[in-house]
């Protein structure tokens, strides 16, 4: 069979036994394709697009165009990534209803040859994490823990330790009122996680203070929320882990201010 072209190539359909063997392959790889035949109609070339899936939690959307978002997810087998999904503001797009700050849900996406922009393929909502919308303060200090995340890790690395710090702490916040012990145990045990775990031997801190530090990194949320702190041990915590943060980081999220 010969195949017309006008240039050296172009885009056409393949018949016949490589059709159904590149079909298979291609099934089996999971992958989205072009085939190019080139002028010889026996030389074919197979372009890969793979497609990645992975469980993610949503930190933060921004629009890109009028039907379009540009989501940034915190996954444990990617890290940060960032995906586009196309069509997600239109009324009857696919997407609707499952993209907002702090779900999760298990998606799928094309991989960028070009940027660490890929595009979102498919989205299977698991979590609304719905009672964080019933307290201000709530979503505040979610808010700020997940800036702190985005502030203190680097994209496309994987952070299988960090993704279920951040989950817990979501499903933790809704469970009690809003407690100072819970931003600072999370600072610690991020801090801890990133390798920057204070030395307290060398710190200033007073025995107390001390002591509540290692209890809130040893502790799951469960217990840090029945920890009892003395208003005085509140603010030599909150004044010691702000330097410690801005001496590591040279900044900290402003949402800082306001959870503590």
């Given at each position: 069979m010969r195949h017309k072209t006008t240039n050296e190539h172009e885009y056409t359909r393949i018949p016949g036994l490589v059709r159904r063997t590149t079909g298979a392959l291609l099934g089996r790889l999971e992958t989205s394709h072009f085939i190019r035949v080139h002028s010889c109609p026996f030389v074919v070339q197979l372009r890969f697009q793979m497609v990645e899936r992975t469980q993610g939690l949503i930190l933060r959307t921004r629009p890109l165009t009028e039907t379009s978002l540009i989501i940034h997810w915190l996954t444990p087998d990617f890290g940060r990534i960032?995906?586009?999904?196309?069509?997600a503001r239109r009324?009857?797009?696919?997407?609707?209803?499952?993209?907002d700050l702090f779900y999760l849900a298990d998606f799928s996406f094309s991989r960028s040859r070009r940027s660490?922009?890929?595009?979102?393929?498919?989205?299977?909502?698991?979590?609304?994490?719905?009672?964080?919308?019933?307290?201000?303060?709530?979503?505040?200090?979610?808010?700020?823990?997940?800036?702190?995340?985005?502030?203190?890790?680097?994209?496309?690395?994987?952070?299988?330790?960090?993704?279920?710090?951040?989950?817990?702490?979501?499903?933790?916040?809704?469970?009690?009122?809003?407690?100072?012990?819970?931003?600072?145990?999370?600072?610690?045990?991020?801090?801890?996680e990133l390798g920057l775990k204070p030395d307290l031997a060398k710190s200033k801190l007073t025995p107390g203070a001390k002591r509540i530090v290692n209890?809130?990194?040893?502790?799951?949320?469960?217990?840090?929320?029945?920890l009892k702190l003395s208003e005085a041990q509140v603010t030599e915590l909150r004044l010691f882990l702000h330097g410690f943060l801005i001496f590591?980081?040279?900044?900290?999220?402003?949402?800082?201010?306001?959870?503590?």
């Open positions: 960032a995906t586009v999904a196309k069509g009324a009857k797009s696919p997407f609707r209803g499952k993209l660490e922009l890929h595009t979102l393929s498919e989205v299977v909502l698991r979590e609304t994490h719905s009672a964080l919308r019933e307290e201000l303060a709530w979503l505040q200090d979610a808010s700020y823990c997940a800036a702190l995340v985005e502030q203190t890790t680097e994209t496309e690395t994987p952070l299988p330790t960090i993704f279920p710090l951040m989950t817990g702490l979501l499903n933790h916040l809704p469970k009690q009122p809003p407690q100072p012990q819970t931003i600072f145990a999370f600072e610690l045990k991020l801090l801890h209890a809130l990194l040893a502790s799951d949320w469960s217990a840090v929320s029945r590591h980081l040279d900044r900290i999220p402003k949402g800082r201010t306001v959870t503590l």
